[in-house]
């Protein structure tokens, strides 16, 4: 069964200050890999798709590398702003399923918070 | 309206309620899924319809119903809820292939507390 970690659970920075979150995942046979954020009560935003293929993605500040082999993807914020101040969930795809669908599992997700 | 819509965005029912769930997407996806979110815990996967036909139900009690008529809608039936089952749900939709996956997209949520 695949696990995905993420560390640390919760960040507290200064603005301006660059964010480094970590997820680690069990299984390196995955699909793609999908970084999210998420507001209080609210639902997920996709940030970047990372496909398997692929080393990393760039969307603004925003960047997410991604290492199969060590079963690990860091995103990466720059010069953060209090409006980062979110949950960030990292979730995998496996590459192998039983029927032609795709399914997630997801890490419990790092709380930002960028103190102005 | 485009992405994934659910409504209503809160709701409250007894135990002895019975109450319907409703999402719809408008991306063209042929994937649609119900997932739990509940305080301090990661994402559960409740069920999975793809091209309409469920292909995941991950040992959920019977109380939840899921319902997709077509591959655009996707409902969620309660009966005789608990307290535990007050949570955060969150529909989902993607496009799968054998040959592509661009990704999942999620809606707003329902928040649901039970009393």
């Known amino acids: 069964k695949q696990e995905v970690t993420q560390i640390p659970a919760a960040l507290s920075v200064p603005e301006g200050e660059n964010l480094v979150l970590n997820c680690s995942f069990t299984?390196?046979?995955?699909?793609?890999l999908q970084w999210f954020r998420q507001d209080p009560g609210k639902g997920l935003t996709s940030l970047l798709l990372?496909?398997?293929?692929?080393r990393e993605q760039t969307s603004g500040r925003l960047n997410a590398s991604l290492d199969k082999s060590s079963g690990r993807s860091t995103l990466y914020i720059a010069a953060s702003q209090p409006g980062d101040s979110a949950t960030y969930l990292c979730a995998v795809i496996l590459s192998y399923f039983s029927s032609n669908d795709y399914k997630l599992s997801f890490g419990a997700g790092t709380t930002v918070t960028v103190r102005a | 309206e485009t992405g994934v819509t659910q409504t209503p965005r809160h709701l409250v029912m007894g135990m002895t309620n019975k109450k319907s769930l409703k999402c719809e997407q408008h991306l063209g996806h042929n994937a649609m899924y119900w997932y739990k979110q509940s305080a301090k815990k990661p994402l559960e996967l409740m069920f999975v319809?793809?091209?309409?036909?469920?292909?995941e139900n991950n040992s959920v009690p019977s109380r939840f119903s899921p319902e997709c008529p077509n591959s655009s809608h996707l409902f969620l039936h309660l009966h005789t809820l608990q307290p535990e089952d007050s949570a955060l749900y969150l529909c989902a939709s993607s496009q799968v292939s054998t040959e592509s996956n661009y990704g999942y997209t999620f809606g707003s949520g329902t928040r649901l507390t039970v009393v």
């Open positions: 990372i496909q398997s293929s692929q």
């Open positions: 319809y793809s091209l309409e036909e469920r292909v």
């Open positions: 299984d390196s046979a995955i699909y793609n």
